[in-house]
């Protein structure tokens, strides 16, 4: 069976100590002694906080990977204000690409994406592709896509899990082998209801995840 993933999305949230308390309310998680070999669970703070997370889940023996939220499209270089793929690489092993708050807010084009896709797998960073519908391409160089339609972030209104299942089932069908997340108001209630579904793979979680004990919760119940 392939493992289920559970994607946190701390978006710009927290500063040094609210991320500390974060830390010591998801600790919590060692007590359950839950069986994770089939859980694979990505915490994507923001990129002030990837060095204190890293060596927090090292030092306290916590098996968890760790993803940035996103990736300057160039190589290191003379680029003031961006954090590159082979800094990222240092602590993380997961990248998010194309978030729609990215693709409104930051006016990401598919060319920027591709260029972010690209500079991640160089430097061995597995890019987490976020698509909002089918009108966004799907680079044949990722294994890993989050569908999350914009309608569903942060509003408490997520999709249908058949919705979701059969979008799953469209992005699959591009190309061999792609794994496919849902994202969009996932919580402990409702993650189930995604991940027994066939095309779905996985969840990603932005509002839930920045309460430890939810995400804990949700970690549980996927
Ligand atoms: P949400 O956000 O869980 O708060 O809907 C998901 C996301 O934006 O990745």
Redesign the pocket.
């Known amino acids: 069976m392939a493992k289920v993933f559970i ?1 946190a ?1 701390l ?1 710009s949230y927290k500063n040094e100590n609210e991320a500390k308390n974060w830390l010591e309310s998801f600790k919590k998680i060692k007590e359950l002694n839950l069986d994770m070999t089939q859980k694979e669970v990505i915490i994507c703070p923001s990129f002030t906080q990837l060095f204190s997370f890293s060596s927090y889940f090292s030092s306290n023996n916590i098996k968890v990977k760790l993803g940035a939220q996103n990736v300057s499209p160039f190589d290191e270089g003379a680029f003031t204000g961006e954090v590159n793929a082979k800094q990222i690489k240092d602590f993380a092993q997961y990248v ?1 690409i194309g ?3 990215r693709r409104v807010n930051f006016g990401e084009t598919e060319d920027m994406i591709t260029k972010k896709i690209e500079i991640s797998l160089k430097y061995g960073l597995n890019p987490i592709l ?1 698509i909002q519908g089918q009108e966004n391409i799907i680079s044949q160089q990722v294994g890993l896509v ?1 569908y ?1 339609p914009v309608s ?5 209104n ?1 999709d249908t899990p058949e919705n979701a299942d059969t979008m799953g089932a469209l992005i699959k069908s591009k190309a061999d082998g792609l794994q496919v997340l849902y ?4 919580t402990s209630a409702n993650v189930k209801s995604f991940t027994t579904k066939a095309n779905i793979d996985g969840v ?6 920045l309460d430890a004990e939810e995400f804990i919760k949700i970690i549980q119940n996927a």
């Open positions: 994607v999305n978006k998010l978030h729609s708050e976020l989050a999350e569903a972030i942060g509003s408490g997520p994202g969009g108001s996932v990603l979680v932005g509002g839930a995840s």
